[in-house]
């Protein structure tokens, strides 16, 4: 509870002062960190699409599952970070916030869509300003509302730094993607590690 607190107020105290932001030492940093068990990461995302392939072809199959799958790699990007033990099974400890993290793909999702067929810049700034939100949720332990919401705030104070940050991802992962689809086995846990280690940086995860 304390470590929770002590996210919390920070990450109040970061929505009124601000804070900086280096998107290439998050990169380098998620490099350091996929490096460190490199077979474990790519396995973990072969398994995380073949899940996310099985459960496209049932209803709603693939919102249930995405925001566990992702949270898997935050999480043992976390272990790794703080040099405490892990395992597979790690990678699906992001089940233990199914319903908060359903609610956050779910309503965050209808929120997105909803600013994009307004007039697309309200969904592209809400995509970005909702980046932190599952983290908020699995180490903040919030739910799915209050880790928006924080969210939104936090990215707001840096919105176009954070959006910079989150094109560069987009732009490692389209690289990926083109590498005949398998370097998104590296690209994909990279942008989590990526993403973690921002959140580590800014607001802390102790």
Known sequence: MEVVNNIKQKAEHLIQQGYETDAGSYIRRGWEIFQENIGMF???????????????????????????L??????????????????????????????????????????????????????????VAYTFAPLFIVFAKMEFWDGM?????????KWWNIFGFVLLLMLINLAGALAFLVGLLFTIPLTCCAIYVAFEDIVGTE
């Open 149 to 157: 919401e924080f969210s939104r705030k936090l990215v707001t104070k």
């Open 42 to 68: 790519i396995g973990y995302t072969l398994l995380t699409i073949a899940i996310s392939v099985a459960a496209a072809f049932i209803p709603f199959g693939s919102l249930l599952v995405s925001g566990p």
């Open 70 to 127: 992702t949270a898997g790699f935050y999480i043992v990007a976390n272990k790794i970070s703080k040099g405490e033990p892990y395992e597979f099974e790690t990678f699906f400890k992001g089940f233990d916030f199914f319903v908060p993290l359903l609610l956050w793909t779910l309503i965050g999702g209808i929120f997105i869509a909803l600013g994009l067929v307004a007039l697309i810049v309200p969904g592209i700034y809400l995509a």
